[in-house]
């Protein structure tokens, strides 16, 4: 394994009554594609948010690039993020501006560029995502997989070292699938961005990330590369990665016996 | 039964205090970020042109009628006592040091502070205030102090401009209309109304009003659950709640300001 970019350790981390992360230990190798993967609710984008200085851990420690994430003050942590990139599921672009104006955001917010410049960093990053054309158009006017991809041209409008993606696969038709899946490939790859996807969908994510973390119940299940981790699978984690309806998840939720819940007693 | 009652009660109590404390260290934040309306200037005359130039048409069109009603209910208590002349004293005290402020305080809510909730609400359903603090920028000072600044100083001219145009609609209706001697109706409120007294408390009031109203309505957007249900009960809460406090607020103004026991 390459040199760590991000180490959990002893992570922990509750919501109200509900333990979200029970010790968690991880490491993210520098300058590759690391998917997080793990049933809903298991704490995927908790973890992003950790990550990002978003959430506070209640316990252990969450390091990134070497910097120690608890008790940074928010300058600190500012500095920190202007590395950082995330790909909101959403897109989460302002609605009030357009594309080129959201691109240029972080931009003209960090730097006083003058506009020339502005327009060639904005042009250039809507370059690669294939949207220059589209620079004058609203939010409201992109279909879903344009927003997105409008979203990622910002979040790497700062050249960032790492990116984060939340559920990038999600809701997006095959081709612009596609068109996500290369992009995540190439900016990691030829970037050299160390890059965490997060997502269920096994198949994309498989076949772009060189390592693999699944979560659950607030656990590391497995954690390494691909190969490794498809080779030691415990028999939940194949019907995990397989998707398949046998294996020891059931499909039912626990719940009394059938006779006692649709009234089948035996007539005697 | 009682015991569940005590609980209850306090429970509500600790949550009530918990969400002050929190409006509380909200508005510091904000006002920390003081400087950006002064280094970025254009930020600020946006959010003042949505609330305040917008809010604009609303104000007018209440005061003209306000201050015509006041005009003629005023008149007709008047003219038993054969004061008529008195009108414009009337006029003029009752819009400048209650009905403007607090209406344009109640429309403002309206109309503006409305806005301003389901506008940050809605940001942060849609996760554009997330969005901003990974880019590394404080969404407080960039999205939430511009806001608060224009609205503080919107709601004392809005409250101006209410002042002016109630009393010249109630002028129009006293003397065009019911034949109100214009001299002695200018003249009388010459004499009666002052400056720093009537005018500066009016607006005084106004100003602490706008204070109010738009704390409430971007805390509320600010502290909203990120659901479309959330957003639409602090919509409603942001509206009811400047309501009652600038109501309350005003009691309270009124007997400090112009009732001496």
């Known amino acids: 394994m390459t040199q760590a970019y991000i180490e959990i350790k002893d992570l922990t981390f509750a919501r109200g009554q509900r333990q979200i992360f029970d010790g968690i230990n991880l490491e993210i190798p520098q300058g590759a594609i690391t998917a997080v993967m793990g049933p809903s609710g298991c704490g995927k984008t908790t973890l992003l948010r950790h990550i990002g200085g978003q959430l506070q851990a209640d316990s252990g420690s969450v390091s990134v690039a070497g910097v120690q994430m608890n008790g940074l003050s928010r300058s600190e942590l500012f500095a920190l993020r202007k590395q950082m990139g995330m790909l909101f599921q959403s897109g989460a672009l302002l609605t009030d501006l357009n594309v080129f104006e959201n691109v240029a955001f972080p931009v003209r917010e960090h730097y006083q560029f003058d506009e020339s410049m502005v327009r060639d960093i904005v042009l250039m990053k809507l370059e690669i995502v294939g949207l220059r054309g589209a620079a004058q158009l609203m939010p409201s006017e992109l279909s879903g997989g344009m927003a997105r991809r409008v979203a990622l041209a910002r979040a790497i409008v700062l050249d960032p070292a790492l990116m984060m993606y939340d559920e990038p696969f999600t809701g997006l038709d095959p081709i612009t699938l596609g068109n996500i899946v290369t992009l995540i490939r190439s900016l990691s790859k030829s970037l050299g961005i160390t890059s965490i996807l997060v997502s269920h969908d096994i198949n994309e ?11 659950a119940e607030g656990k590391v299940v497995a954690q390494g590369p691909v190969e490794v981790v498809k080779a030691t699978a415990s028999p939940w984690l194949k019907q995990f990665l397989t998707g398949s309806t046998e294996g020891p ?6 719940a009394t016996s059938r006779a006692n819940d649709f009234h089948l007693e035996a007539k005697s | 039964m009682m015991r569940n009652l005590f609980e209850r009660t306090g429970e509500k109590t600790l949550g009530f205090l918990q969400r002050l404390g929190r409006a509380s260290i909200f508005l510091f934040h904000v006002l920390k970020g003081f400087p950006i309306v002064l280094t970025r200037p254009k930020l600020l005359l946006d959010s003042l042109y949505s609330v305040g130039v917008l809010s604009l048409l609303i104000i007018v069109f209440s005061a003209l009628f306000v201050g015509m009603v006041i005009s003629l209910l005023g008149y007709v208590t008047l003219v038993d006592f054969g004061a008529e002349q008195s009108l414009g004293v009337l006029v003029a005290l009752s819009i400048l040091r209650e009905l403007a402020p607090v209406l344009t305080a109640l429309l403002y809510s309206g109309r503006a502070g409305s806005a301003l909730t389901a506008e940050i609400g809605l940001m942060k359903a849609t996760e554009q205030l997330a969005s901003i603090e990974m880019m590394a920028i404080d969404p407080i000072r960039r999205v939430i102090t511009p806001r608060f600044v224009a609205g503080i100083i919107a709601v004392p001219l809005l409250t101006l401009m209410f002042m002016v ?5 109630g002028y129009l209706i006293g003397h065009g209309w019911l034949g109100v ?6 003249a009388q409120m010459q004499s009666k109304v002052q400056w720093n007294y009537d005018i500066l408390n009016g607006l005084l009031k106004g100003f602490i009003f706008g204070i109010a109203v738009n704390w409430i309505a971007l805390f509320e957007g600010y502290d909203a659950v990120p659901t479309s249900e959330g957003v639409a009960r602090a919509t409603t809460r942001s509206v009811v709640y400047s309501a009652l406090i600038v109501l309350a607020l005003d009691f309270i103004l009124t007997s400090i300001m112009f009732v001496e026991v």
């Not at chain 1, 994510?205 to 979560?215: E, G, K, N, R, T």
């Not at chain 1, 998840?249 to 626990?254: C, E, I, L």
């Not at chain 2, 001697?181 to 200018?186: C, K, L, Q, T, V």
């Open chain 1, 205 to 215: 994510s498989l076949s772009i990330a060189d390592y693999l973390c699944v979560l």
């Open chain 1, 249 to 254: 998840v059931d499909f039912h939720y626990p």
């Open chain 2, 165 to 169: 145009v109630g009393i010249y609609s």
């Open chain 2, 181 to 186: 001697d214009e001299g002695s109706f200018w």
